[in-house]
């Protein structure tokens, strides 16, 4: 099945599943220098508010690495994940001294859960892929319940205006010939839903989340893949301080294939 076959797919759920049969999501975070800064530096925002004992709730948790990172330092995880392709990635990772709770389920129904039961929730794929407005706000507010009241939720969106850049590394016509409204410079959501900076702020905002940070999590990382995979750790600890300087400016965040948003109720 290629992306033609899964464009006619009209059960979301289903489509999601198709999806991850084809792309790797097992090694998108861990497969290179470049990839690793935005896993890097979305761990980096998340510690900032983790406390000891901290029970975190990763909704839409992929191949794992999230979990496995957080539970490997002790945390209490919890993790939902929608797509069986992932989840069978996932549980090939952990070993018996993982303490994590791994189901297969959707982000739109966290019912499994109590209200106000997790110090932090982390949010990073399913709003990949929610294409209507009201799923999307009904996946936010089932995360704000299940959050604590002094707790942290982080959203993450793939960005709309950095795509174009980085298709235009491999094909040198696509701002003639590639899926987008040529004179919105929109583009279509499929495979995946995209939003600009404003559009993720409106959405959080109208669902009465109060924004912490906005955050370019990968920036510049795809585009000087070749560069940043070929430097030594010395040089790659330097450009991370640069990247980590420059991830939250206004001027910069559109410029990230990847935004993170760090909200509480």
Do not use: W
């Not at 000891?52 to 490997?72: K, Q």
């Not at 996932?90 to 109590?114: C, H, M, W």
């Not at 109208?206 to 750790?233: F, Q, T, Y």
């Amino acid at each position: 099945m290629d992306f033609h076959d899964i464009l006619q797919i009209k059960d979301e759920v289903e489509q999601v599943q198709k999806i991850y049969e084809i792309f790797n999501e097992d090694t998108r975070l861990n497969r290179s220098k470049a990839a690793r800064v935005e896993f890097l530096t979305t761990v980096r925002y998340i510690e900032r508010y983790l406390k000891p004992g901290a029970r975190i709730l990763d909704a839409g948790a992929g191949a794992g690495e999230y979990s496995l990172y957080f539970a490997r330092q002790g945390y209490d995880v919890s993790a939902l994940e929608l797509a069986e392709s992932n989840v069978r990635a996932f549980l090939k990772k952990i070993t018996p001294e993982d303490q994590i709770d791994l189901v297969q389920g959707n982000a739109l129904d966290l019912s499994r859960y109590e209200s106000e039961s997790f110090d932090a929730v982390l949010l990073f794929g399913p709003l990949y892929h929610l294409h209507s407005v009201e799923d999307r706000r009904r996946c936010i507010d089932e995360a704000k319940r299940v959050c604590k009241k002094d707790g942290k939720l982080f959203f993450a969106f793939i960005s709309n205006d950095m795509v174009f850049l980085t298709e235009f590394l491999y094909d040198q016509s696509y701002f003639t010939t590639g899926d987008f409204d040529k004179d919105t410079f929109r583009l279509h959501d499929f495979p995946f839903v995209f939003h600009t900076v404003d559009a993720a702020r409106t959405l959080l905002q109208e669902s009465s989340i109060k924004i912490l940070h906005e955050v370019a999590s990968d920036g510049a990382a795809e585009l000087l893949e070749e560069r940043i995979n070929a430097m030594d750790d010395d040089n790659y600890a330097a450009y991370l301080r640069y990247h980590f300087y420059v991830c939250e400016k206004p001027e910069l965040l559109g410029m990230s294939n990847h935004l993170l948003f760090v909200g509480e109720k």
